[in-house]
């Protein structure tokens, strides 16, 4: 069949995929990631925001404005945060992937309520747990792939 | 389900292709592994489904449910009523398939996969 190995190198075929995680790109931890670095972001900006010292009807009005901003965003970014923990969770990841990460579900589910506890409370170790078990699926998805991709965080 | 083997490609089949009957694909991906490994060649009945209906177990080519630029290799694990087929990997850790973007319309199935080249 040497004929065969000549036309396969002379005429090359068209491509067809017996993946599609590469081109697509679907799944990411990153998203989660970022979300929840905008967690722990938005509570040291809650803890550390002054307000201010006398009864100044507009300093407390800008004080209010940006503490509601801030909560605002820790509120949003922990929901997303979230959404983007599920569908890793429920998508991206097989039962096949559950042998290699026995603690997969424990994980997940440990993320999905830290991400719960840092919209109610304004809690630093929390958000900082937080960080740290995305950290952990991001480490767990790469590991399904083979890879050993770096965890880079902003802060 | 019983993983269906695929011959190869006989002279009959060369002749199919050279007569312009089947369309010849370079396999990237483990997804089908050990049935196609990456590099492997296939020939593909582009005419497969014109008079009959895909059947559970037929390996396919089919362009991505989201991204048409995309075609895909994969084997047919089910069929639903209103005739969308589900496409999975037959090595479904390293597959992304019909488990994540869902069933794929008929229309989109490109042929069924008949043989694979001599390696």
């Known amino acids: ?155 | 389900m019983a993983f269906s083997k695929l011959k190869e490609s006989s002279w009959r089949e060369l002749l199919l292709w050279l007569s312009g009957f089947r369309k010849r694909f370079r396999v990237i991906g483990t997804s089908m592994v050990p049935l196609l490994r990456p590099g492997d060649e296939v020939l593909v009945n582009p005419r497969a489904y014109r008079q009959t209906v895909p059947q559970v177990g037929d390996i396919v080519v089919s362009r991505h449910p989201y991204r048409v630029d995309v075609r895909l290799v994969k084997r047919i694990c089910n069929i639903l009523e209103d005739g969308r087929c589900l496409l999975e990997g037959d090595n479904p850790s390293d597959s992304t398939d019909s488990r994540s973007f869902g069933a794929v319309a008929p229309q989109r199935i490109l042929g069924r996969v008949t043989s694979r080249l001599p390696r």
């Not at chain 1, 990631?33 to 100044?56: C, F, H, Q, Y």
């Not at chain 1, 970014?77 to 997969?104: G, I, S």
């Open chain 1, 1 to 155: 069949m040497n004929t065969i190995a000549k036309i396969k190198e002379w005429f090359p075929a068209e491509e067809v995929e017996a993946h599609c995680d590469g081109p697509c790109g679907v799944y990411d931890p990153a998203a989660a990631r970022i979300n929840a670095e905008a967690v722990l972001s938005m509570t040291k900006k809650i803890l550390a925001l002054e307000p201010p010292a006398g009864s100044d009807a507009k300093a407390w009005a800008a004080y209010l404005n940006t503490m509601a901003r801030y909560i605002q965003i820790k509120e949003d970014q922990a929901h997303k945060a979230k959404t983007e923990l599920l569908v890793l969770w429920t998508d991206y990841f097989k039962p096949q992937h559950l042998e290699q990460h026995p603690d997969l579900h424990d994980v997940f589910w440990k993320a999905a309520k830290l991400c719960s506890a840092c919209k109610v409370e304004v809690n630093l170790e929390k958000a900082q747990e937080l960080v740290d078990t995305v950290k952990k699926v991001h480490s767990m998805f790469w590991a399904t792939k083979g890879r050993e991709v770096t965890f880079y965080t902003a802060g």
